[in-house]
């Protein structure tokens, strides 16, 4: 089955210590983005990448970090930078990023919620 | 103000009920999403719209680019349609996408 996968489901982690989420997708797309969802708010842009080795900082990068050595993978590192980093984290990737229709239709992932102790 | 905003921010319907969540949003687009979030926290995308109207089963979407305004209707209503709906905009010229806040609707046997 084609899709987005994104481990663990829940990820506990003592404050001060760094910690990568990890996502993988087999749809062979292009882009790659991740968001962070806090309650009562919308989604919020992290990071995206358009194309292997390329990333670029998204509405609120300021203590997180990213890679893209892989086309079908992109690992975000929550560091100890970032100042309240409890909160649900989804990964989600896209054929492309420019162009009209399908090509930019977002696919989701289940998502990782990070607590942070 | 946020770019996006949804109505209402919870619904709570009895089971075939037909539902209507709104999503108003102040900047050019050129495509707007609907996705819909369940309990687990899993997105699914539903719709992606840049006029007129679309379909799927007992899910219709409509967006006004004059008005600026979409619409999300569920006719039928039923308990497993309990979710987060999300309304989410591209702007134009740019790559990533602006969320509203999303609509929690609860529907009740």
């Known amino acids: 089955d084609g899709g987005i996968t994104q481990s663990p489901k829940y990820l506990f982690r003592k404050e001060g210590q760094n910690v990568t989420l990890s996502c993988e997708q087999n749809?062979?797309?292009?882009?790659m983005y991740w968001y962070r969802q806090d309650p009562g708010q919308g989604l919020r842009l992290i990071y995206y990448?358009?194309?292997?080795?390329?990333?670029q900082k998204g509405d609120i990068a300021e203590g997180y970090s990213v890679s893209r050595e892989k086309k079908e993978s992109f690992p975000l590192t929550v560091t100890s930078a970032q100042k309240n980093p409890t909160a649900f984290y989804l990964c989600?990737?896209?054929?492309?990023?420019?162009?009209?229709?399908?090509?930019?239709?977002?696919?989701f992932g289940p998502g990782t919620r990070l607590t942070v102790l | 103000k946020n770019e996006v905003e949804q109505s209402p921010q919870n619904l709570t319907a009895q089971e075939g009920e037909f539902i209507t969540i709104n999503c108003s949003y102040s900047?050019?687009?050129?495509?707007l999403h609907w996705l819909q979030q369940h309990p687990g926290g899993g997105i699914v995308s539903l719709f992606m719209?840049?006029?007129g109207k679309k379909k799927h089963g007992r899910l219709i979407a409509t967006i006004n680019i004059q008005e600026k305004h979409s619409s999300l209707h569920i006719t039928a209503s039923h308990p497993r349609d309990s979710a987060v709906y999300i309304c989410?905009?591209?702007?134009?010229?740019?790559?990533?996408?602006?969320f509203g806040q999303g609509t929690r609707l609860t529907i009740n046997p």
């Open positions: 989600a990737s896209s054929p492309g990023t420019s162009g009209t229709g399908s090509y930019n239709e977002q696919f």
């Open positions: 749809l062979n797309h292009d882009a």
């Open positions: 990448s358009q194309i292997v080795n390329d990333f």
């Open positions: 900047v050019g687009i050129s495509a």
């Open positions: 719209l840049s006029s």
């Open positions: 989410a905009v591209r702007i134009q010229g740019a790559q990533k996408l602006v």
